[in-house]
């Protein structure tokens, strides 16, 4: 016998029909990130040109990431609000660290780029997360 809960088809399609809505609500690179990368000469000293559009990028989210902060900040009732700033704060350690970590695998491109490119993706990850609370 089957115990699973059974979702029922209209509420199936509802849910199904609200997805979209939640996926454009989600923050991702920028254009400028993406014509950057579209333009790396993948000839010529291409982890530079990475480099450059990764570090562009990121500090065009570091701008987002403290709006939405702020933004939090203001949603949240008082006594919330020195636990986020201790959740931020260990986020930026934890950040810092996982991205060292990365940037000494021996993933290509290596180095420098996979440190950027991992504080871009953590940033981006932590946006959304900051956007979804409360």
Do not use: H
């Amino acid at each position: 016998m089957n115990t699973r809960p059974v979702l029922p088809l209209a509420s199936l399609a509802l849910f199904l029909a609200a997805m979209p809505a939640f996926a454009a609500d989600t923050v991702k690179e920028t254009p400028q990130f993406t014509d950057c990368m579209d333009k790396v000469d993948l000839g010529a000293m291409k982890n530079s040109q990475w480099l450059a559009c990764y570090t562009q990028e990121l500090a065009r989210q570091d701008k987002v990431l403290n709006t939405e902060y702020r933004a939090l900040q203001g949603r949240i009732p008082p006594e919330a609000k020195d636990p986020l700033i201790k959740a931020q704060r260990a986020w930026i350690a934890y950040r810092e660290a996982w991205c060292k970590l990365e940037q000494e695998l021996p993933n290509a491109p290596g180095g420098e780029v996979n440190y950027q490119a991992c504080l871009l993706d953590q940033t981006l990850l932590q946006i959304n997360k900051l956007k979804d609370v409360f």
